[in-house]
């Protein structure tokens, strides 16, 4: 099934092993600071300071304390070889999940399974398609984003799977072309951290893992990959390095990260992208330093497939997990397995740091509810629907039933339809066209209205945009249990309310269109789209990310074919992010527009309850609709500028609707901006200061790094054999064991092994004595110093109905933190006042945090409230805050 997949990952083996053997390497100087200077311009290039030693875990963590002791107890009975087992893959197509590391046998701990996607269960049946992370970020509704990550958690569970892949914060959304935005929530730090907090929550109270990604910048698919790029032409040798200053990237980047590590996140999995030219999985600033450090993520630290490059530098780098264990997939060999035996025998890689990767790997399993013993046994495969086949596909061995097709959806249809629905987002609507009351004659055109022709799971990882766009394409996606097309809602609608109901659902039938759309007394909704994903499959011509921001197969052609015939033309958007409208949002024929996202699997029914006010839209949109691509400021690289690609974010944080602030264009349509049936106003906004200690950098040391284990290593190379002549031995599996004890060299089979470049270890990375805290650091809270999360001001405000219909309204506020390199605004804070009848109010109240006045200081490290005043903003959008009052 994922043959694309295959034979992109072919290419990418043979191109990266050609063009740059030193992807392979292990060794240490790799790992930071090879500063070379830039090809073209001879500017230096952006470098990624080192910090070592990594991270230990802290036993005290606040909501880790119990987990620590459970998995202290389990990896003190670990042999070396076990706690290998643990923190490598065992290659790709190994086993039934798209990854899986080694069981421990001898205590009873079966194989760990990390699935995708962040939209449901993948590569498996009976399970369900959620709404893409962005759509339900559109809902601005804590409790439907906690709902989703809870029912997609159960539906991993009861599919045996240990880690679910997401949710994402990355992609953020830097630019509006980027592919994978629709994986994530929305191009702003708040929306976006709230969004992956209480995903994280729910997915993790399912008792599954959730995994946070992916950490960091990685914001755009173009030359993520050297094999993929090539295999599209590109002549690069390393993947792309996004080059973010340290004020961006705690600003912006980080932000969400830090929402989802004080949410007790289990794993996050590092990028295939480098960051300021040094690659994700390998980059101590950022994992240790950043993530583990700063932030004092507890949990452990996976690759992306793939973006394994180096072994030691990774391990001391702070990485804890290889996915899925080999070097390129299908080798059959790894940086880690063997190697990592091999580096923590030598004396390489100190045995706290491996203690410290099997205890965050085995705290998060317990964290999540776990035991011992008692694992959901996976019941299906990734690479085979059939229910009898290779346990060990790769292999090609283990012949024995490995779908048992266990439905998991429970009742989650109806879930999905209602986020669906209050995701929607109005974005124009005259002439009272909607809410729709029984139209005499409906009359639906375009081909985002009906089915693929190939059926809703027709294309691989729906890599392709036929019919309506209810998923988009990736390893993101996820099979359809089946798929409601707004066609076949609207027309079940039409026939129950008497109307007369016809449709097109091509784009390319001029002639029909136009003599149904010109008959008397028509009501037409136009369905267009545009689509977008991950960047191994290519879709006409879009390598991922998106070429322009127009719609899809002459979208703008036929909405303006319609509405120059019919003067009630609604226009229905599915995408992955803003398109361009100008060409005729503002014709008075078109008289509604509503976005319906990327809605899933109930993708019509969701959208008949808004069309016919069954459920009031509320849905905001979440980033901004430019007039064109230029307007925001920012977009995705397509030529590589260098060998070794460098994108610099010189924007800062001046991205989507901050950009726009900034330099003064009106959008289309705003970042936070959607229409109701009803009307509300927007009073008497009130600001209490609350008392809280002044803010206090932390200080101290840790203590020193624990050693787990009650066994020493033996040096002795006999002993880490494979067990017996007649182990199982599966072709291409990734193993802890060697299979020599001649010599350290031959067991690698490493060429370089030991070269004096191995004997340099980074200042320190060896270091298991006490470190000191980092001042944004907190002794036991999760997420930072737990004062930035102090309230510093409560602000409410009354938000009344002042329509003649019951809704709901989405009150949001803003700060403007004074100085002159500050956005004019930024969100901080939002809610979804629920069925608010006609007349009534409701209250908005927003609790302000020192972390939501505060700029990241370089000079200290330090979050910092600067002397400049600080005012907020209340109301409806980003561009309409009737309410305001500076902050004392
Ligand atoms: C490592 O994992 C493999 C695959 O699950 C298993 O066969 C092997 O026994 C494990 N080795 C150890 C030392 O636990
Ligand atoms: C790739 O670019 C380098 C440097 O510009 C050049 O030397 C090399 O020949 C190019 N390789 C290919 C296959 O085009
Ligand atoms: C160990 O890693 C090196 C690359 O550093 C690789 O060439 C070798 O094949 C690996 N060995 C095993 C047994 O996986
Ligand atoms: C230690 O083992 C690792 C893993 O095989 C290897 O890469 C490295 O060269 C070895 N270092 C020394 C100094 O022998
Ligand atoms: C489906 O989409 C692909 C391109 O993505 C196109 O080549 C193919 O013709 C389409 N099939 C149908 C039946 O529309
Ligand atoms: C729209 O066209 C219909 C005829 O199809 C006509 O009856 C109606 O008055 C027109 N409405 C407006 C607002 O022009
Ligand atoms: C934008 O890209 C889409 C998808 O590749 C394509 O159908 C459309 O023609 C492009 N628009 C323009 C203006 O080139
Ligand atoms: C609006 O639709 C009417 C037909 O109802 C048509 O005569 C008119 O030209 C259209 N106006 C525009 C601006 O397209
Ligand atoms: C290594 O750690 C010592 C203190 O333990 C510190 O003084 C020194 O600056 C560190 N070196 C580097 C390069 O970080």
Known sequence: MPSLFWLLAASAALGV?????????????????????????????????????????????????????????????????????????????????????????????????MQDSPVGVRDTDFNSVFTSGQTAAATFDRQLLYARGLAMGQEHRGKGVTVQLGPVAGPLGRAPEGGRNWEGFAPDPVLTGVSIAETIKGIQDAGVIACAKHFIGNEQ????????????????????????????????YLWPFADAVRAGVGAVM?????????????????????????????????????AHQSGVSSALAGLDMSMPGDTVFNSGVSYWGTNLTLAVINGTIPEWRIDDMAMRIMAAFFKVGNTVGSQIPINFDSWTLDTYGPVHWAAGVGQQQINHHVDVRG????????????????????????????????????????PNPDGPNGCSDRGCDNGTLAMAWGSGSANFPYMVTPDAALQAKAISDGSSYQSILANNRPTTTEALVSQDGVTA????????????????????????????????????????????????????GPVLVNEWYDSPN?????????????????????????????????????????????????????????????????????????????????????LSYTTFSYSNLQVVKTSSAPY?????????????????????LADYLFPNASFPYVWQYIYPYLNTSKSAKAASGDLHYGEPNDKYLPPNATDGSAQPYLAAADKVAPGGNAALYDVLYTVTADVTNTGSVTGDEVPQLYVSLGGPDDPPKQLRGFDRLRDLAPGQTGVFEVAITRRDLSNWDTA?????????????????????????????
């Open 590 to 674: 078109v008289t509604a527009i509503v976005w319906a996202g990327i809605p899933g699997q109930e993708s019509g029914n969701s959208l008949v309850d808004v069309l016919y006010g069954d459920v009031n839209p509320a849905g905001r949109t979440p980033f901004t609709w430019g007039a064109s691509r230029e307007s925001y400021g920012t977009d995705v690289m397509y030529e590589p500028n260098s060998q070794l690609p460098q994108l610099d974010f010189t924007e800062g944080v001046f991205i989507d609707y901050r950009h726009f602030d900034k330099t003064n264009q009106t959008p289309v349509y705003e970042f936070g901006y959607g």
């Open 525 to 576: 909704i136009v369905f267009v789209n545009a689509d977008s994903g991950e960047g191994y499959i290519n879709v006409a011509g879009n390598e991922g990310d998106r070429l322009n921001l127009t719609l899809w197969h002459d979208g703008d052609a036929l909405i303006k074919n319609v509405s120059s015939l019919c003067n009630n033309t609604i226009v229905v958007i599915h995408s992955t």
């Open 270 to 306: 590092c990028s295939y992208n480098q960051i300021n030219n040094s690659y994700a999985c390998q980059n101590s600033k950022m994992l240790n330093n950043l993530l583990k450090g700063e932030l004092g993520f507890q949990g452990f630290v996976m690759t992306d497939w793939q």
């Open 860 to 888: 200290s490290q330090d979050w910092i409230i600067s002397n400049y005043t600080k005012t907020v903003y209340v109301g409806s959008s980003s561009r309409k805050l009737p309410l305001s009052a500076t902050l004392a």
């Open 696 to 716: 206090t950098p932390t200080e101290g040391y840790t203590e020193a790094a624990p050693v787990i284990s009650t066994s020493n290593v033996s040096s002795n």
């Open 411 to 450: 009742d989650h249809g109806t879930l999905i339809r209602e986020i669906a629905a209050k995701g929607t987002v109005l974005l124009k609507n005259t002439n009272n066209a909607l809410p729709l009351n029984k139209p005499r004659f409906l009359v639906v055109i375009g081909d985002d209205a009906g």
């Open 17 to 113: 092993a050609k063009a740059n053997p030193l992807q392979f390497s292990h060794r240490a100087r790799d790992v930071d600071a090879h500063l070379q200077k830039r090809a073209s311009s001879g500017e230096p290039e952006a470098v990624s300071p080192p910090f070592y030693p990594s991270p230990w875990m802290n036993p005290n963590a606040d909501g880790w304390e119990n987990a620590y002791a459970q998995a202290k107890q389990f990896v003190s009975q670990m042999t070396l070889m076990e706690k290998v087992n643990l923190t490598t893959g065992v290659g790709w197509e190994g086993e039934q999940c798209v990854g899986q590391v080694g069981s421990v046998p001898r205590l009873g701990l079966t194989s760990m399974c």
């Open 221 to 252: 698919e173009h030359f993520r990959q050297v094999g993929e790029a090539q295999g599209y032409g590109y002549n690069i040798t390393q993947t792309l390095s996004a080059n973010i200053d340290d004020k961006t990237m705690h600003e912006m």
